[in-house]
């Protein structure tokens, strides 16, 4: 599966595929028209606690991810909401986070890539 990722600011482009938004937050001061966004999978994005705790420092980040991947392992009905929007195509992840290498897009993008999807659950 192939997931592109960008930040919700970046202009969108054709080949960006089905954008989907994995913030738990909307981007500050983003209209949804210039977001064109087609998914927007709150529900699947690391939970407040979380997203404080972590605050996005590099330090934390192999815990972070941790945490996240167990989070997602949690949230079978949402990842498969998220793989049925895989199946459209093309995919960019877009995120709002000013940190590019540390950020719950790219731990999430790992996850999916790295992960047996089939033997998840599909219902909580």
Known sequence: MQI???????ASEENDGSRILVDRLWPRG????????DYWAK???PSNELRHWYAHDPEKWPEFKHRYFAELREN??????LLR???KGQLTF???SKELRYNNAVA???FLQTTDLAS?????
């Open 4 to 10: 592109k990722l960008k930040r919700a600011y970046d």
């Open 30 to 37: 983003l209209s949804k028209e210039k977001a064109r966004i």
């Open 43 to 45: 529900q699947i994005a």
């Open 76 to 81: 079978p009905v949402e990842l498969q909401q």
């Open 85 to 87: 929007q895989a199946e």
């Open 94 to 96: 877009v995120f709002s």
């Open 108 to 110: 999430l993008r790992e």
């Open 120 to 124: 998840l659950p599909t219902s909580s």
